[in-house]
């Protein structure tokens, strides 16, 4: 049997960067997982490019049952401490809308760095192995049975992530480690999503797949200004992602299809200066022909703006300015960029990421019951999550 101070199940962004920190306190650790690749999701996020942090992050960002619970590792390890890391490795990035931080290059730059970093505190990696059983021996003593042998561990660090996009490997196993030692897990469902609509509605704006529009998307709860984009299967782009993790089913979503302005308005103070022209030469100037020509009934669409009624104005208004639609449901796990729910963080320290019911036991990054909104949120949350854990495991 191998021994170790530290086992971390996961190399992903949270596995690798707790590995990192344990490994350059002396401590001798391995990093186990069942992928032929380290760092697999980090390769494929950000289109390649991994949306590796945001400059404008705060807790607020986050979504979980217990909303305080992220606040001290962001807190102790922030955006900028990682920034600072991604500029010693001398790796170009760049800022896109929103404070989003993309790689120049590719996202590869992000795995090399971690595992320079790895050979550097002399954590080891082991791929290709799958884990058989878990025992626990006594407080700090863990043993487990894997595909590549038994090992033993002070430390038993769970980095597994969570259910989102099964092709690349996930699997329920951290939630399922979480129950064996009695922990209770959050209901998951999928987030960061794209939506898919009803019948009608999906066969009606299928008419407009592949425009991308500026919106403000919102419901009860909360609104998101960025780009909505219509697809053959519904709704997607960054504005409905983003709702997606606060949609519920059988809620209505309203779609600002025009947000930069207040289109009643602009109507009627159009009508005074062009009263010849149409209503569509107006609306041309600031949505796609294709969009127009789904909104607005044709005969509405080609009169001019003298002999449009106020109730018209404002019937043209309304269905541009707040759209709502309700959603079927969403593309589910396949296509999600992360989990929502996830292992209870009232079990968990947030200063440590320690079970504190069975010493000697973490859970990090995606696995836990913290969901960051899109734009490099949920990457910072494994660094911060994998940071806490490597200064005490």
Not at 114 to 121: F, G, I, T, Y
Not at 278 to 291: D, G, I, M, S
């Amino acid at each position: 049997m191998e021994k170790f101070d530290v086992i971390i199940i996961g190399a992903g962004a949270a596995g690798l960067m707790c590995a990192i920190q344990a490994g350059k306190r002396h401590r001798s650790v391995l990093v186990l997982d069942h992928a032929n690749k380290a760092g697999k999701k980090i390769l494929m996020s950000g289109g390649g490019r991994c949306n590796f942090t945001n400059y404008n992050l705060t807790p607020d960002n986050f979504i979980s049952n217990n909303p305080h619970f992220c606040k001290s590792a962001l807190s102790r390890y922030t955006q900028w401490d990682f920034i600072d890391l991604v500029r010693k490795y001398h790796i170009p990035f760049h800022e896109k809308a929103l404070g989003q931080l993309f790689c120049d290059h590719k996202s590869k730059d992000i795995v090399d760095l971690l595992l320079a970093e790895c050979v550097l505190s002399a954590a080891e990696i082991r791929l290709n192995t799958g884990i058989e059983s878990i025992a626990k021996e006594s407080d700090h003593h863990f043993k487990l049975k894997t595909s590549a042998g038994d090992f033993h561990c002070q430390s038993l660090v769970i980095a597994s992530g969570g259910l989102s996009i099964p092709t690349m490997g996930a699997s329920p196993f951290g939630y399922k480690v979480a129950e064996q030692f009695g922990i209770k897990v959050c209901p998951t469902r999928a987030a960061l999503v794209p939506l898919t609509l009803h019948s009608t509605d999906k066969d009606r704006l299928s008419l407009l797949s592949g425009i991308a529009v500026d919106s403000i998307v919102s419901n009860d709860k909360i609104e998101f200004h960025e780009n909505s984009l219509f697809t053959h299967r519904g709704l997607s782009g960054p504005a409905i992602l983003q709702i997606s993790s606060y949609w519920q089913p059988g809620e209505e979503i309203t779609i600002n299809l025009l947000p930069q302005i207040d289109l009643l308005e602009h109507l009627k103070k159009a009508q005074k200066r062009h009263p010849q022209k149409q209503v569509n030469t107006v609306l041309a100037e600031y949505l796609p022909k294709r969009v127009i020509e789904l909104f607005l009934e044709p005969t509405l669409a080609i009169k001019t703006l003298a002999t449009i009624s106020h109730g018209e104005f404002e019937q043209i208004a309304e269905v541009i300015n707040t759209y709502a639609i309700k959603p079927n449901g969403t593309e589910g796990y396949r296509t999600a960029e992360v989990t929502l729910g996830g292992v209870d963080c009232a079990a968990i320290s947030s200063k440590t990421m320690q079970v504190t019911e069975v010493k000697g036991l973490y859970f990090i990054g995606e696995v836990l019951d913290v969901t960051g909104w899109l734009g490099g949120y949920n990457f910072q949350w494994a660094w911060s999550s994998g940071w806490a854990a490597g200064q005490v495991v």
